[in-house]
């Protein structure tokens, strides 16, 4: 009866390795207690999240487009009409955003235009002494 080894266990995959990090940054982060190469880190690994996510969408949205029929007549293609909902969401938070950041000016102005100008605090007077302190 041969035996056989027992099996090594696996090395864990990049993509959980990364997870982990990346959830270890985030508690670091929650409590104030990152540093800023950890948040460096923490930025490129969210990017690489982002990228990844977009680079799926698209590849759905290219699935999920018709493919033209060689020796059919091509249709012309519609008039677009409305910007991708993608777009108009970030249009909408970005106009948020806008809006926000006036509202808090026109905050700041209301109060500096209710408290009337401001007087600039005296400079404190110089003694009449020349640096000779005996006469």
């Known amino acids: 009866m041969a035996m056989t080894p027992p099996e090594a266990p696996s090395p864990p995959s990049v993509d959980a390795q990364k ?15 990152i540093t ?26 290219a699935q999920s487009r018709p493919t033209p029929v060689p020796g059919a007549p091509a249709k012309a293609a519609p008039a677009r009409v409305a910007a991708p909902a993608a777009a108009s969401d970030d249009l909408f938070l970005v106009g948020l955003l806008a809006m926000g950041a006036g509202a808090g000016l026109l905050a700041a102005m209301t109060k500096r235009i209710s408290e009337g100008p401001r007087t600039a605090p005296e400079a404190p007077r110089r003694s009449g002494t020349t640096g000779s302190a005996s006469k």
């Not at 800023?36 to 949205?61: C, W």
């Open 19 to 33: 997870r982990a990090r990346f959830s270890h940054l985030q508690g670091r982060l929650r409590n104030r207690q």
């Open 36 to 61: 800023m190469e950890e948040a460096t880190e923490l930025f490129n690994v969210m990017q690489e999240m982002l990228r990844a996510s977009e680079s799926a969408r698209l590849a759905v949205a």
